[in-house]
């Protein structure tokens, strides 16, 4: 392959830096991933499956300290501190590279370097960026050739315009005392060593396609979101396009890929994005999405055939496993699937029963396939121009408080939704799971700059938008006094999606709440679902008394970005307190 200059000189002094024994430039060709997963395998980095029934796929165990995203570990690098804001950690840029350079210094001494090219969004696209890590890790190599266009196909775009993001990571020792995911949006940088996992190894994701991208698109005037991308096709033909930014294991996978219930005949739904969008507005006044992805990276637990069938088809074949259970028979397990096995080794390879008392699979354990393997792959994935959105959803895991759906006044108030979303922590990031946290557009592990800063980038998107999307706020996983979830969720979402596109349409029927616009029940198709009355008004229910409390959370959220908050938000928490106590308080 033809290099270009600066490229070749990058990859000279990062070999001078972490020392390999040999550097292997990626090209992306068939041949080339069967050597590598063959290599992978002889050096125990994949183990080999059934291939009878599993044909082409491997599984990876981490290491037990390394399986989920380190979020106190990785930093916001830029020259100002309050330029990261409140909720990124700041490193100084010099002080980073040192600390790093320490660490990256003979790190790859035995091992091989490979050099991994890959573009992010359709070649030629608007959207497009071009990106290359530098990786001592054969696990993220192929993984970033399901996850990316990588290979050839990056390098033509490179060689055209010169520019793209330097992604250098090692594994290092894997000690978390040495982990750091450093992100430099000024030399247009990553560095990260010390870990091996997804969001932390495999740079073109988190690190490059939303903190990273996010700093250029308020440069430059577009989004880089935590969202879904799907395609909802009714019986008469017609598709709507939707976005949805779901903080980590809240549900985007599955709702990119959602199966229509029985009686939603005519329905169907199309993939294009399960996790990230690249948004810009055109010239026709809309916002326009490309998911910058080639693959899925998802969450196994919960994942069957009857809960997401189309991830469920897609994992059967050229998949990588990582930390899910293995069955004696060479198969894969995980919470979730069907039928627990009576034995199999768990995700650490040691012998697991149902009465070990502790899960087969990790929580955070995930599968990585190509986009295409997806029987809902939508073929507009490929499109450079992206597919126009006509709503976006925000939604997360709320036991109380928050209704199954609602609708925004308008952008602003859309922005001021995002800007004030909370969840329960999941096991995506290390750290307690459960705990009601701000997660401001799903974005708060992922923004990289001052988040006061990102939603006046919001307020003023929609400005420049003549037809911007509508703004929803979504919530499947409310919780009834028995602990259960009230909402069945997984395919039947699409009764509150089709709510949603009637609204698009100006057909939806809604009433007018503090919050924002509900459905009244009877403007949900709810037929069959055998949902109690009062499960009903639950899940569609505002009650001003729990607003409150809400209320004064996100007065101490807002307040910790000072000066720096948008007046606009502020006006939308003012109009929303004015709103809740004029309003009777449910008896
Ligand atoms: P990341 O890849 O971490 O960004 O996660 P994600 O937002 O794509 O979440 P995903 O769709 O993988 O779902 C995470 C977990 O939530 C899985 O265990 C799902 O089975 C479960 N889940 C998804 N949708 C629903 C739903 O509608 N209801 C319920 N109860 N659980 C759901
Ligand atoms: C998430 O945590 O939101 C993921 C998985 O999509 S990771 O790639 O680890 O970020
Ligand atoms: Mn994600």
């Known amino acids: 392959m033809e290099t270009h200059s600066s490229l070749s000189t990058w990859v000279e002094e990062s070999a001078q830096l972490c020392e390999p024994d040999r550097v292997v430039w990626c090209d992306g060709s068939r041949e080339e991933r069967e050597r590598l997963i063959e290599q992978a395998l002889s050096a125990g980095e994949l183990l080999g499956l059934n291939e009878h029934e599993l044909p082409g796929c491997t599984l990876h165990r981490s290491n037990p300290n390394d399986v989920a995203r380190t979020e106190g570990l990785t930093f916001i690098c830029c020259p100002k ?72 196909v990056a390098m033509e775009q490179l060689n055209a315009s010169g520019e793209f993001t330097r992604g250098l990571h090692s594994r290092a020792d894997l000690n978390p005392d040495r982990r750091y995911i450093c992100h430099f949006p000024q030399d247009n940088t990553i560095w990260s060593v010390g870990s091996g996992y997804g969001g932390n190894a495999l740079l073109s994701k988190k690190c490059l396609a939303l903190r990273l991208a996010s700093v250029l698109g308020r440069e430059q ?25 779901f903080p980590s294991a809240c549900g985007k996978t599955n709702l990119a890929m959602l199966v229509p219930p029985e009686r939603f005949k005519g329905w169907r739904v199309w993939t294009v994005g399960d996790d990230i969008a690249w948004l810009r507005p055109a010239p026709d006044g809309r916002l326009y999405a490309v998911n910058p992805e080639a693959g899925f990276f998802g969450v196994a637990p919960g994942t069957s055939m009857k809960s997401n069938p189309n991830a469920a088809l897609a994992v059967r074949r050229n998949t990588i496993f990582t930390n899910v259970a293995m069955k004696p028979d060479r198969t894969v397990w995980w919470e979730g699937l069907e039928d ?99 997660d401001p557009f799903a974005m708060l ?65 809604a009433r007018e709440t503090p919050i924002g616009f509900l459905p009244r029940p009877s403007a949900l198709d709810l037929e069959g679902l055998e949902l109690s009355q009062s499960a009903t008004e639950e899940l569609l229910s505002v009650n001003p008394l729990h607003w409150g409390g809400a209320l004064e959370s996100q007065q101490q959220f807002l307040e910790k970005f000072g000066e720096r908050m948008p007046r606009e938000m502020w006006d939308e928490h003012h109009a929303l307190a004015k709103r809740l106590s004029s309003q009777p308080p449910v008896p």
């Open 340 to 438: 627990s096995p009576s034995e199999c080794l768990n995700w650490k390879g040691q012998y697991w029963t149902p009465q070990s008392g502790q899960p087969a699979a990790h929580p955070n354990s995930r599968f990585t396939v190509d986009i295409h393997q997806a029987p809902s792959y939508s073929p507009e994935w490929d499109n450079p121009n992206g597919v126009p959105i006509s709503a976006i959803l925000f939604g997360s895991r709320r036991a109380s408080v928050v209704p199954l759906v609602y609708e925004a006044f308008n952008w602003q108030h859309g922005t001021f939704l995002g800007a004030t979303l909370s969840s329960e922590t999941t096991a995506a990031a290390t750290g307690q799971v459960g705990v009601v946290r701000r």
């Open 221 to 245: 005037g577009w989004l880089a979101e935590h969202m879904l991308i799907v395609g909802v096709e009714d019986p008469s033909g017609k598709i709507t396009y939707l976005c949805g930014a």
């Open 81 to 152: 501190k309050e330029d990261a804001g409140p909720t990124n950690n700041w490193m100084d840029p010099a002080e980073a590279y040192r600390r790093l350079s320490a660490i990256f210094d003979g790190s790859m001494r035995g091992r091989t370097m490979y050099v991994v090219p890959f573009l992010m969004g359709p070649p030629g696209s608007v959207f497009a960026k071009v990106g290359v890590e530098i990786t001592d890790s054969l696990y993220v190599a192929l993984n970033m050739g399901l996850m990316t266009r990588m290979g050839r």
């Open 445 to 509: 592990p992922f923004c990289g700059y001052n988040m006061a800063d990102y939603f006046g980038h919001w307020v003023q998107m929609g400005k420049n938008l003549s037809q911007p999307p509508r703004v929803f706020r979504v919530n499947w996983f409310r919780r009834g006094a028995d602990g259960k979830f009230l909402w069945p969720g997984f395919g039947e979402n699409l009764r509150v999606l089709q709510w949603i596109i009637q609204r698009c349409d100006g057909v939806g029927e």
